[in-house]
């Protein structure tokens, strides 16, 4: 039983192995791989497709400001992003389409 002053515990397997949010299942959402996670210099998003039309990446601090914007270019399965000035902490990644359609959330460590 926990005493009030105990801190609640969340391991680093868990924090980097759960996803963001509970979103059901959509038609074209795309799967991808953010790594190495944690980082320090540059992170990968590996996608499992080729991408058929531009993509947005929002990248968004623990805070929920936005930090970054960047485009993906259709035709593509690959994608880096220097995280070299970035401050150490949690970061979310969004991914939408052209027409800001949600097609992907993750989360990436940075250490220094």
Do not use: C
Not at 43 to 70: P, R, S, T, W
Not at 90 to 106: A, F, P, R
């Amino acid at each position: 039983m926990k005493t009030p002053n105990q801190a609640a515990y969340v391991g680093f397997k868990d924090l980097l192995g759960t996803p963001i949010f509970d979103t059901p299942a959509r038609t074209g959402a795309l799967d991808y791989l953010v790594y190495p996670n944690p980082a320090s210099g540059e992170i990968f998003l590996k996608f499992d497709q080729v991408l058929k039309g531009n993509m947005q990446v929002h990248v968004f601090n623990e805070v929920g400001a936005l930090v970054e914007i960047n485009v993906l270019q259709k035709g593509n399965d690959l994608f880096s992003l220097d995280v070299t000035n970035y401050r150490q902490g949690v970061y979310l990644i969004h991914v939408s389409d052209s027409e800001h359609n949600t097609q992907g959330w993750n989360r990436f460590i940075v250490i220094h």
